[in-house]
């Protein structure tokens, strides 16, 4: 089975950072990668499908980048709506495994 | 604009069997290259995709489920179904249901239903 690591598992920030999260899965998925956006009591929400490809009306302050193994989601410029847990899911495998997070709050 | 939503009993008893619906409005569950997906989380396995059935009458399973779950579609109402039989408090968890796109994207979501295994 492919494991998804997330890292860090949280992180401060401040309006207007640049944050960079990683995920790394545990054997090469090309550019099936996803990432989500969830908050408290919410559903997830698509950012970035296919490792860099940005989902219709999500901001173009989120960026992914990677394949094979490592993968990057960079926010630039972070915004107040921006703290939230984020997720990244492969979709490689019959298993579509998802990391276990990295929530990014408020400095 | 497409819409899902999930619904279903919050609570099952431990061997029963779990049954969920999601309604699906702005889309066809017949359209072509889409995949009507379950998902689940909870604070113990986080999120874990159950499995889905596409447009082409296909089912696919998480391999860890496979033996408890049927993914099923009513084309007539626009639904698609949920079935986890011999559920344990392992089960406990906010379902959800999605749509998937091509690249097994999940760029809809319902707003999850809590279901509570519990005697």
């Known amino acids: 089975d492919i494991q998804m690591t997330q890292a860090p598992s949280s992180l401060s920030a401040s309006v207007g950072d640049r944050v960079t999260l990683t995920c790394r899965a545990s054997?090469?998925?090309?550019?099936?990668l996803n990432w989500y956006q969830q908050k408290p009591g919410k559903a997830p929400q698509l950012l970035i499908y296919a490792a860099s490809s940005l989902q219709g009306g999500v901001p173009s302050r989120f960026r992914g980048t990677g394949s094979g193994t490592t993968f990057t989601l960079t926010i630039d410029n972070l915004q107040p709506d921006d703290f939230a847990t984020y997720y990244c899911?492969?979709?490689?495998?019959?298993?579509?495994?998802f990391g276990r997070g990295t929530k990014v709050e408020i400095k | 604009q497409v819409h899902l939503q999930e619904s279903g009993p919050g609570l099952v008893r431990p061997s029963e069997t779990l049954s969920l619906t999601c309604s699906v409005s702005g889309d066809s569950v017949n359209s072509a290259s889409n995949y009507w997906s379950w998902i689940r989380q909870s604070s113990g396995r986080g999120l874990e995709w159950i499995g889905f059935?596409?447009?082409?009458?296909?089912?696919n399973y998480n391999p860890s489920l496979k033996s408890r779950i049927t993914i099923s579609v009513d084309t007539s109402k626009n639904q698609f179904f949920l079935r986890i039989t011999s559920v344990t408090t392992a089960d406990t968890a906010i379902y959800y249901c999605?749509?998937?796109?091509?690249?097994?994207?999940?760029?809809?979501w319902g707003r999850g239903t809590l279901v509570t295994v519990s005697s």
């Open positions: 999605a749509r998937g796109l091509p690249r097994r994207r999940l760029d809809s």
């Open positions: 054997q090469s998925i090309s550019d099936f």
């Open positions: 899911q492969e979709s490689y495998t019959t298993r579509w495994t």
């Open positions: 059935f596409s447009s082409t009458g296909s089912a």
